[in-house]
């Protein structure tokens, strides 16, 4: 089974069901939804792995998966949304929600929503496929190219992805290069088929005219007179010259992979550990609305601040590929923290609530980052 059919095969209709619910719609147009968002989650997924760090990432999340609670609770829309965005970043994600949305017919809102619940589910049907054995970065890239064609044949008719950040199109080179080729096989066979082609006309033209010279010699010659003998014409056949063609460069070697450094343990955990602080205290803030809320929500704040600093006295202790690794999540998601903060402190009366304690947030990470 194909990783597309095993992320479709744990989605069962009952999940459709409430899934439809959750966001709106049908269960009709909820399964085409379905159909249309897994295949294009795990090829942004793909692309993420690809890129210089991905992997990490990729695994960081699988680390962290865990137990999503009620699967269609807005606190696991929530997670997935965040997961997405950590992963993808935040273009991507947009990317994806505006494409499908037009696509389907859905409003931003519920293709946000679809994409948020689907998200732990294909994570889920990625860390399957490795039944119960740990993945590592050179596993999770072989699952991806092994399952490309499957991934591009299950993208529905009419669904193009070529316009979305982190997506290419890779196969216009491959038809250029072969158009390219066959124009200039063409064009290296044109001298000989100009040089054959007068031999097609010299020919019988010269056997035409040996028998009119014959015949008119049978009807002119005179009584008694010798008949002198006839020879034959002698045809010339011109020769046809060599044409040699081009030779084809050799393709230059391409050079090795380099090896893709293992990435402790400790490391994998506390990256899974960071994006799923990060999803909630984004939840947090961003339940914020005005000077009662932001009370309500500063102890939780506090917590997130003394978790952040026990994470980083374990990233303190890591070696340099795991700090790597981390560091690629904290980035991904650094900006989108600030603005957010932002936003809040901006709200009449909540900015100095909350001021001291997202201050010590954004130093403890910016911290990390150097």
Not at 93 to 116: C, M
Not at 254 to 268: D, G, M, R
Not at 311 to 327: M, N
């Amino acid at each position: 089974m194909n990783l597309v059919d095993l992320v479709k095969s744990q989605i069962t209709p009952d999940m459709i069901g409430k899934l439809a619910g959750q966001i709106g719609t049908s269960e009709t147009q909820a399964k085409s939804a379905v159909s249309a968002a897994v295949p294009t989650l795990l090829s942004a997924l793909a692309g993420t792995t690809s890129q210089a760090g991905g992997a990490a990432k990729m695994l960081s999340a699988l680390s962290g998966l865990g137990s999503m609670g009620d699967m269609f609770s807005g606190a696991s829309a929530e997670k997935g949304s965040g997961l997405l965005s950590s992963l993808l970043g935040g273009g991507t994600v947009s990317g994806i929600v505006s494409l499908l949305s037009r696509f389907l017919g859905l409003g931003g809102d519920p293709t946000s929503k679809l994409l948020g619940y689907l998200a732990p589910m294909v994570l889920s049907g990625v860390m399957s496929s490795f039944k119960g054995k740990t993945p590592d970065a050179a596993g999770l890239t072989n699952l991806f190219a092994e399952n490309k064609s499957a991934i591009a044949n299950a993208i529905p008719s009419g669904l193009s992805l070529a316009n979305i950040p982190g997506f290419t199109n890779a196969s216009e080179p491959v038809r250029s290069t072969a158009t390219t080729t066959t124009r200039n096989v063409g064009r290296a066979a044109e001298p000989v088929a100009e040089a054959v082609s007068p031999l097609k006309y010299l020919l019988p033209l010269l056997g035409l005219a040996a028998l009119l010279g014959g015949l008119w010699w049978v009807f002119n010659q005179a009584p008694a007179v010798p008949v002198p003998a006839v020879r034959a014409p002698v045809v010339v056949t011109p020769r046809v010259p060599e044409v040699t063609l081009p030779t084809v460069p050799a393709v230059p070697n391409v050079p090795a992979i380099p090896a893709i450094p293992a990435i402790p343990a400790e490391a994998l955990k506390l990256g899974g550990d960071l994006s799923g602080w990060f999803t909630s205290l984004t939840g947090s803030l961003g339940g914020i609305s005005d000077a009662a809320t932001a009370e309500a929500a500063l102890p939780r704040l506090k917590d997130a601040a003394t978790q952040l600093e026990s994470a980083k006295s374990a990233f303190d202790k890591l070696p340099a590929p795991g700090k790597s690794s981390v560091l690629s999540i904290i980035t991904s998601n650094l900006g989108g923290l600030r603005d957010l903060i932002a936003k809040v402190a901006s709200i009449p009366g909540v900015g100095g609530l909350v001021k001291p304690v997202t201050d010590s947030i954004l130093n403890t990470l910016t911290a990390m980052g150097s």
